[in-house]
């Protein structure tokens, strides 16, 4: 009963956030249009600081999980591989190659992978989170512009990709946060104060955005390709590699780390991504996005009641 009583902690406050970004528009209060001029605004301010001070505050001995890292990099290339030589044997559609394998591999692991680590754990055991986020963001990031691409043109142009990577908001504050701990650099009191109080804004914010951006009719329009998807990200691949984890001995921060890596849903901006690429049927990349962060709610309920009364963390 403990272990069920946290586990309701950890995920039903998140959604109640979504519930109230949905009503909200639906109310009329805030136009679906006007969600992505708000995201964009969140990305490039709120999230980094987060990230930023997560690192920074975090105790880099502890943070710094080489075999975490290495096997989070692995599990991710393994994945984002093998959907896309499913997607070449099962998918006949061009324009949605690119979208059905970033949906399976990418994840949501800043907007919800994140506030389940920030439920499941005191603030001051982030670290090695936020780490993580560090190094699989950008490889998200990498993998997502290569595969759209590569679908799109059959081929890759790697210096254009790396520049995104580096222009990368998200990642540009993980790395400074990063640097402020391995040069043992400290923010005068008032700028900590001020930072924690921007980067407590991002949280709430992404998911009360998600919920605003949210419609159930999408759910109808690609029955098979959203139930394979969904199906594959949220119940197969955290299975797998969660379950190996556990076998392999991660534990507390570091296994929470992994649940957001590979039980997360698909990241909302792989939807913006297709859309300013031009390069796949963003309407199957916005409701990828939606059916895995609706099926998220019973996954992630799943994944952490089973893995807490198992000891993980």
């Known amino acids: 009963m403990t272990n069920f009583q946290l586990t309701v902690n950890a995920v039903v406050p998140m959604f109640l956030l979504i519930a109230v970004g949905y009503l909200s528009r639906r109310l009329g209060a805030l136009s679906r249009e006007e969600v992505p001029r708000v995201n964009r605004l969140a990305f490039r301010i709120f999230l980094p600081v987060q990230l930023f001070y997560n690192v920074y505050q975090s105790n880099p001995g502890s943070s710094l999980n080489g075999r975490l890292i290495l096997y989070a990099v692995v599990g991710v290339l393994l994945v984002a591989g093998l959907s896309i030589l499913g997607v070449k044997r099962l998918v006949r559609r061009q324009d949605w190659r690119g979208v059905i394998s970033q949906g399976i591999f990418r994840s949501n692991f800043v907007i919800l992978g994140l506030p389940i680590a920030q439920a499941l754990l005191p603030g001051d055991q982030l670290g090695p989170v936020t780490i993580l986020i560090a190094i699989v963001v950008p490889l998200f990031n990498f993998l997502a512009v290569s595969v759209l691409e590569g679908f799109r043109r059959g081929r890759v142009k790697t210096g254009e990709v790396l520049l995104e990577i580096a222009k990368n908001p998200l990642v540009i504050g993980s790395l400074i946060g990063i640097l402020f701990r391995l040069l043992h650099l400290r923010l005068p009191a008032l700028l900590e104060q001020t930072a924690a109080s921007i980067g407590s804004i991002a949280t709430p914010l992404q998911l009360f955005l998600l919920g605003a951006f949210f419609r159930f009719d999408g759910l109808l329009r690609y029955g098979k ?76 309920f799943l994944w952490i009641l089973l893995f807490k009364t198992l000891g993980a963390f």
Do not use: H, W
Request: with cysteine; net charge negative.
């Open 225 to 300: 390709p959203l139930a394979a998807v969904t199906v594959i990200k949220l119940f197969v691949t955290p299975a797998v590699f969660l379950t190996l984890g556990y076998l392999l001995g991660f534990r507390g921060a570091a296994f929470v780390g992994l649940m957001g890596v590979f039980a997360s849903p698909t990241a909302v901006n792989s939807f913006t991504m297709v859309q300013q690429m031009k390069c796949g049927d963003e309407e199957l990349a916005g409701d990828i996005v939606v059916s895995t962060s609706a099926g998220s709610m019973f996954s992630f």
